[in-house]
């Protein structure tokens, strides 16, 4: 065992945990933050995707020992109490999930991908979420809502 | 997962004396694979040996030696890192096209080596681009890429080696390059076959072949180029040096086929491009 503090959406955790622990099973076992999915458990599926220092990483195939020291943020972590992120609002505007099993996974990929680039076209859109798997929308109406996201971040500034 | 140790050494000396003394020990950079295998249980580590807690393992840097990639350095920092696309295009492909963007994310270049996958999506173009590695040992030696893939995932590191790094050359100026890679689909897929290119006017044709034999494969063919029959001789070249398996992706004989069409198409799009 191992004591460790896991910095998950801004709250610094005091755990215990075994070292064998993904991030992933800590997330939703030991934090109860259980809006990050386990699709595949091994790199395939994108359901268990959060991001570490901004980046987008499948929670699967990170160790919770590695974590330490990063940020980690969930899709706990992008609203503001009642007050959804702009990502989230284009998602219900679009119906751009339906059992929503892929969409805290899809999500988080969305997130970072457009942080990093801000102006993406269709075919990078599709490029960035090829690792999030879904298997009842199409994908049609998830690219749909973010074209049309990037859109509007870019008409007004609006980015939250 | 049997009780497992998690170390995370800030030098490699330290790192090279664990992984000597530990023979359960495994080395974790990206873990997309590792992970991959210790939950499916084809290996089971006593001791995971986190490197990226050294510093010189993060370095990327490109200046009058070529390109140096540190282990720590994941495929999407390589391949955003400008002088990539600039000047190492083949390595660019080959980067575009591996895996996932959030396996790209954690996924590093040397950990894609270190698997030694006959289907490892970096080897070719760095083969052909004649890459070479630094390994810690008690000290830094290095080994050309080629001489490192021993067979179907193995690889010829000695007990507690591991790379610390990669150099892949300067290209010499007009120097082309580029990959192509054969998957089912169009989206993210293991490769059926992969083929790179690098070539140069002043003498220099090399073609890395992945998925096609028992390890990443290079031919030199730089001796055919001011032959008039340049791109048969290369494609009959290549084809003596492979020898495909079938497996679940594709059949032997396609591989072939799809070997012959990708290295036809590396030299055309290489002497295009190069006489540009
Ligand atoms: S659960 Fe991590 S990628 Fe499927
Ligand atoms: S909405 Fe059901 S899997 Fe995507």
Redesign the pocket.
């Known amino acids: 065992m191992k004591d460790i503090i896991l910095k998950v959406n801004g709250r610094k955790y005091n755990l215990r945990i075994d070292e064998s622990m993904t991030l992933?099973k800590v997330l939703r076992e030991e934090l109860e933050l259980t809006g990050t999915?386990?699709?595949?458990?091994?790199?395939?599926?994108?359901?268990?995707?959060v991001l570490m220092d901004g980046k987008a990483v499948?929670?699967?195939?990170v160790l919770a020992c590695e974590a330490e020291g990063h940020d980690i943020t969930t899709i706990e972590g992008l609203a503001d109490g009642e007050l959804l992120s702009d990502i989230q609002e284009a998602f219900i505007e679009h119906q751009a999930f339906q059992c929503g099993f892929c969409t805290p996974?899809m999500i988080m990929t969305i997130k970072g991908f457009l942080d990093e680039n801000p102006n993406p076209t269709e075919d990078e859109i599709e490029e960035a979420i090829a690792?999030n798997?879904c298997r009842c929308t199409g994908y049609k109406p998830i690219v749909a809502a973010v074209k049309d996201l990037v859109e509007r971040r870019g008409n007004d500034g609006y980015n939250r | 997962m049997a009780a497992l140790e998690y170390i995370k050494p800030t030098d490699s000396i330290e790192a090279y004396n664990i992984l000597k003394n530990n023979p359960g020990a495994k080395v974790i950079a990206g873990g997309t694979d590792l992970m991959v295998m210790m939950r499916n249980e084809s290996i089971k580590p006593e001791c995971i040996v986190d490197i990226k807690g050294i510093e010189a393992t993060h370095i990327l840097r490109f200046d009058e030696n070529g390109l140096y990639i540190g282990a720590s350095c994941t495929a999407n920092e390589v391949m955003n890192f400008g002088p990539v696309k600039e000047y190492y295009p083949g390595l660019y492909d080959a980067l575009k096209g591996l895996a996932t963007y959030?396996v790209r994310n954690r996924a590093t270049v040397v950990g894609n080596l270190c698997n030694a996958s006959p289907a490892a999506d970096t080897a070719p173009v760095l083969l052909a681009m004649g890459a070479y590695l630094d390994i810690q040992g008690p000290a830094v030696w290095q080994k050309p890429l080629l001489e490192f893939f021993t067979g179907v995932k193995k690889n010829s590191l000695s007990q507690g080696e591991f790379v610390q790094g990669l150099t892949v050359p300067r290209p010499e100026p007009g120097e082309k390059s580029i990959y192509y890679k054969k998957g089912r689909i169009k989206g993210a897929d293991l490769s059926i076959v992969g083929v790179a290119g690098v070539f140069s006017r002043k003498g220099k044709l090399r073609i890395g072949l992945g998925s096609v034999y028992t390890t990443p494969v290079l031919v030199v063919a730089d001796d055919l180029l001011d032959k008039d029959d340049l791109k048969d001789r290369l494609v009959e070249r290549v084809l003596n040096s492979i020898n495909p398996i079938t497996d679940t992706r594709a059949s032997r004989e396609y591989r072939i086929d799809m070997t012959r069409y990708y290295t036809f198409k590396v030299a055309e799009d290489l002497m295009r491009e190069a006489s540009i």
């Open positions: 992933l999915k386990e699709g595949c458990g091994e790199g395939e599926c994108g359901a268990c995707t499948n929670s699967c195939l996974g690792g798997l | 959030q």
